[in-house]
Nanobody
Framework: QVQLVESGGGLVQAGGSLRLSCAAS????????MGWFRQAPGKEREFVAA????????DYIDSVKGRFTISRDNAKNTMYLQMNRLKPEDTAVYYC??????????????????WGQGTQVTVSS
């Protein structure tokens, strides 16, 4: 069992930055691939970024490449999402997710077994 708690969301002007954190419980954090997803009002939850269990492999949705950076610290059981040059279209509830390491694509929402409660990110124009 893994429990996830996001933090770091808030209100920021376009062009600004935020850093999201996802703290995980348990002693097996390093066994899990981790992902960030987001859901805007009236839209489906979408993949944003993911990082594999070792931190050596990452993936991003095209719209955030070059602006967002995902990372993890296995010693601290924490994953991060550094978001720079934020745009109004980045406004959403951001969720972190954990899936036991496998060869399945990290983009696939179905492969994640555990989810946090979400943190709101609002970017004003």
């Amino acid at each position: 069992q893994v429990q996830l708690v996001e933090s770091g969301g808030g209100l920021v002007q376009a062009g600004g930055s935020l850093r999201l954190s996802c703290a995980a419980s348990g002693r097996t954090f390093s066994s899990y691939d981790m992902g960030w997803f987001r859901q805007a009002p009236g839209k489906e939850r979408e993949f944003v970024a993911a990082i594999n269990w070792s931190g050596r492999s990452t993936d991003y949705i095209d719209s955030v490449k070059g602006r967002f950076t995902i990372s993890r610290d296995n010693a601290k059981n924490t994953m991060y999402l550094q978001m720079n040059r934020l745009k109004p279209e980045d406004t959403a509830v951001y969720y972190c997710a954990a899936g036991f390491r496998s060869f399945r694509s990290m983009v696939d929402i179905e492969r994640y077994d555990y989810w946090g409660q979400g943190t709101q990110v609002t970017v004003s124009s």
